[in-house]
């Protein structure tokens, strides 16, 4: 089966079981700072989780574009990917264990033709905290997993939280037998040797887990499902790694062409870094030395490497990308509109990187002048960390050189400097989740407000072409990114912060509508009509002043705002510029 045809299956069956399908949120998450990319399909849905009214309802199935970099560097073997899709279905409050776990059993069996004898599943085995979740193993039973197949694991395997704080609980997890040999007489489905494969987590997320690190009830009981279709996909059609699927096989045999050299690792590499950067430049993401934008070009440049590695012609990049968008168009149609900017800002970065490279080699040449001087035969860890941090080149080149020189390397002292490193950042992003998944507190809140008459007063000011390209609220300050050609003058600044100021002084109230997205459309509210919330959308309307469609919340008046100043006005990319703004 198709990974297409398993997407459209589980939108069917939902469908037909009550649910209201709602599109992907962008990979790039709109208004939340805490995260660099979506990671998981509850987080477009954090506001509803916490109780929130959806419009579209409290049973919702969706298919969620995700992007996930904690094992980036694993990315080259049989099943890691940084790029997926997740199949979630929902109940906002609605129904719970027990018809959840029904439905999940009937798609798989039923649906899927997964034969139940090869289902293990697991559940909460309880601590202090919260209880055993006896009642999800009952369940089980009475769906005929016979009690051996049943296990209960801690938190470590059935608790699932985004982050360090926001809604949470236990899970019940499926996983298929894949027919293997049990490797040891303790292996299980904890056991990651390749026996058992997880294809489903089932989240009744009913708590809430706090900054302290307490737990609290949620006001609802929630569930949060997320089957990884790529994984399912490999499965169904008995492939030993996602790499074979239909939707990367095209790139793998392409590159098998192109090669010089074999590494089928390395065609991994470029498969899936080759994916993710499509996905997400063509939601909006740009390479730069920060955040999502360094993630992008850690992608492009690992890609860069690689295809050197297997010495692929660099030029062939643009037809891999062609080749790309149309092995995804059935998936993703609106690629096809974005290839043009897709294939323009991937190459340019390659661009970039290759004469990183150069740049690179001619620092390493006058390394290695050095090291001669000083009668070195070793090129040290630290030399060899400079060179990869600061120009972006590969230890693996640097050691390569070295040796056609005759000078060895210190691989242990540059790996003790890059693990470090990694800590560094992972903590960093780590940090950014911590920040607050959902956290929706007095101050961003008023941001958020501002930013919709900061959008207002761009169009009145600007024109009606400089519309909303990017939106980043801490509670620190907003950040909103439009499109307009060229710098503002302070006079357009000073404009559109008097016009903002007046806004806040009238004190306009603040009111949400429900509406279908057309209804929308022609009220003339503003905002992004694509890929968002299905087809009834919330519309917040400020006074006689702005209209945009948006999932709030917001403040109820503007005169709770304060005042609004613009503290800095510049590029983001081209065409793009970027305001940041505070609240004082
Ligand atoms: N949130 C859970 C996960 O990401 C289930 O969707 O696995």
């Not at 890691?80 to 776990?101: A, R």
């Not at 395997?157 to 027919?179: H, R, S, Y």
């Not at 000078?407 to 540059?414: G, I, K, N, Q, R």
């Not at 912060?497 to 806040?504: K, L, P």
Request: glycine content about 8%; hydrophobic content about 35%; some cysteine.
């Amino acid at each position: 089966m198709k990974a297409i045809d398993i997407r459209n299956k589980y939108l069917n069956f939902f469908e037909k079981h009550g649910h209201k399908v709602i599109p992907s949120s962008p990979l790039i998450p709109e208004n939340d700072p805490s995260v660099l990319f979506t990671t998981a399909g509850m987080q477009p849905l954090v506001p509803y989780l916490m109780g929130e009214k959806h419009p579209e309802g409290t049973r919702l199935v969706d298919y969620q574009k995700c992007l996930r970099t904690n094992d980036i560097d694993e990315v080259g073997d049989n099943r890691h990917l940084t790029y997926f899709e997740m199949l979630g279905n929902w109940s906002l409050g609605d129904y719970f264990k027990e018809e959840s776990i029904k439905m999940s059993y009937e798609f798989l069996t039923q649906e899927l033709g997964i034969d139940p004898d090869k289902l293990s599943v697991t559940c909460f085995a309880g601590d202090e905290e919260v209880p055993r979740d006896t009642a999800s193993a009952e369940i089980w039973k009475k769906m005929g997993i016979p009690e051996d197949r049943i296990y209960f694991f801690g938190k470590d395997n059935n608790w699932w939280i985004a982050g360090e704080e926001g809604p949470c609980g236990p899970d019940t997890e499926m996983f298929l037998d894949t027919g293997k040999p049990a490797c040891s007489e303790h292996c299980d489905p904890s056991c990651d040797c390749g026996k058992y494969v997880e294809i489903w987590n089932n989240v009744f997320m009913e708590f809430y887990k706090t900054k302290d690190g307490g737990i609290t009830k949620l006001k609802q009981r929630n569930v949060d499902t997320g089957l990884g279709l790529e994984r399912m996909a490999m499965l169904l059609q008995g492939k030993k790694t996602p790499f074979e699927i239909e939707l990367f096989a095209p790139i793998m045999d392409e590159l098998a062409k192109l090669q010089k050299v074999d590494s089928i690792e390395s065609r991994r590499i470029v498969t899936e870094h080759l994916r993710a950067s499509i996905m997400i430049v063509a939601d909006g993401g740009r390479p730069s030395n920060i955040d999502r934008g360094y993630i992008l070009r850690r992608l492009i440049r690992r890609m860069t490497r690689h295809l050197n590695k297997l010495q692929v012609d660099l030029g062939e990049l643009a037809n891999l990308i062609e080749l790309d968008i149309e092995t995804l168009k059935e998936m993703y149609p609106y690629l096809v509109e974005k290839k043009d900017v897709i294939k323009q800002v991937i190459i340019e970065e390659k661009d970039k990187f290759v004469k990183t490279l150069d740049h690179g080699e001619k620092e390493f040449e006058k390394m290695i002048n050095k090291a001669k001087q000083e009668n070195k035969t070793v090129i040290d860890g630290y030399t060899m960390f400079k060179l990869y941090e600061t120009y972006g080149f590969p230890p693996e080149i640097t050691s390569d050189l070295a040796k056609e020189k005759g000078f060895t390397v210190d691989a242990s002292e540059f790996d003790k400097l890059f693990k470090e490193h990694q800590e560094k950042s992972r903590l960093g992003s780590g940090q950014k989740f911590k920040g607050g998944l959902g956290e929706q507190n007095e101050q961003t809140i008023k941001y958020h407000t501002a930013t919709h008459l900061l959008h207002k007063a761009l169009q009145i000011v600007l024109g009606e072409h400089a519309t909303q390209n990017g939106s980043n609220i801490t509670v620190e300050r907003l950040r909103f990114d439009f499109n307009h050609p060229q710098k503002m003058t302070p006079e357009e600044i000073k404009k559109v912060e008097d016009i903002v100021n007046e806004q806040i002084k009238r004190d306009l109230p603040v009111t949400c509508e429900e509406m279908t997205l057309e209804e929308a459309r022609k009220s003339g509210a503003i905002g992004l009509f694509e890929n968002k919330y299905g087809d009834k959308v919330k519309v917040y309307t400020i006074g006689d002043f702005s209209k945009e469609i948006c999932g709030g919340p917001h403040v109820t008046h503007t005169g709770e705002l304060g005042h609004f100043k613009i503290k800095k006005e510049e590029s983001s990319s081209a065409g793009v510029r970027r305001i940041k703004a505070i609240l004082e």
